[in-house]
């Protein structure tokens, strides 16, 4: 006895597949905080790479975690940084900082990433108080830089592709002040 298979059935299998797909993400919780496995920037998907745990000061305090937004999986940073295509950091902070203690904390990764010239523009976008709990989307846009949102907020650009590649090199790159985090968002476990 020959059975036949519903015409549906494969492609419902077949959706299955590929939405539920292996990628590099191995969670998309970290540290309590949870963020999307897909995202859409401006009429495009962009899929979570991974999370990681930005820590500072020798006591190892949870300053925020981040997440790697891409428009597919990778685990090689200099093919990240290498590609101009759009992506996405999304920083969701674990604790109250101020403007100037962030650019404070990034500042010597910036120098290290040769990032400097557009460093202080990009602090300007920030408000003067980032209270736990915000978060902070920077998106590489192809041919225009790097754009700043606070909360949903578009704060304002960053011109330039080459400050956007330096500046996600000081969370992808050897300039990179927490490899932990740079693990994480390479698809590696966020701790």
Partial sequence: MTRHLHPIVPIVLGL?????????VVADRCAGVSMP?????????????????????????????VGLYLPEPSDDAEAILAANGRKRLRLHL??????????????DAFEAAG??????????LLPEE???????????????????????R??????????ATRFFATFLG????????TRGLLGGECD
């Fill in 16 to 24: 299955a597949i590929v939405i539920g797909a292996p990628s590099l």
């Fill in 37 to 65: 496995s897909r995202i859409e920037v401006d009429g495009e998907v962009l899929v979570l790479n991974g999370l990681g745990l930005r820590e500072a000061t020798i006591f190892r305090v949870d300053v925020m975690v």
């Fill in 94 to 107: 674990l604790r109250d900082v101020s403007r100037d203690k962030m650019g404070r904390g990034m500042g």
């Fill in 115 to 124: 990032a400097t010239a557009g460093f202080s523009r990009f602090l300007e």
């Fill in 130 to 152: 980032l209270p736990e709990g915000t978060r902070i989307e920077l998106t590489h846009q192809p041919g225009r830089g790097l754009e700043v949102r606070v909360d949903h």
């Fill in 154 to 163: 578009r704060r304002g650009l960053v011109r330039g592709d080459r400050f």
């Fill in 174 to 181: 050897a300039s990179s002040p927490s490899p932990q985090m």
